[in-house]
């Protein structure tokens, strides 16, 4: 059976962990200068990715432990 070809841009923005996917946040890159502090700080971090999203994100990831 031929080797399977992973979806790089996915490969560069989750990551698995024991519970399930994580992510970085989105509108992190630029005009934060009109950005509150509360909301900039908000968006510091990673968060979990949707367990609805999970399967979509696995079979872009097909290697993913």
Known sequence: MPKLKTNRG???RFR???NGLK???AKRRH????RS???KRQLRGVSA???V?????????P???
């Open 37 to 39: 502090t509360k909301n």
């Open 16 to 18: 698995a962990t024991k």
């Open 53 to 61: 999203d999970c399967p979509s994100i696995t079979q872009m990831l």
């Open 63 to 65: 290697y993913l432990k």
């Open 10 to 12: 996915a490969a560069k």
């Open 23 to 25: 992510c970085r946040s």
């Open 31 to 34: 005009m934060l200068t009109s």
């Open 49 to 51: 990715v949707a367990k």
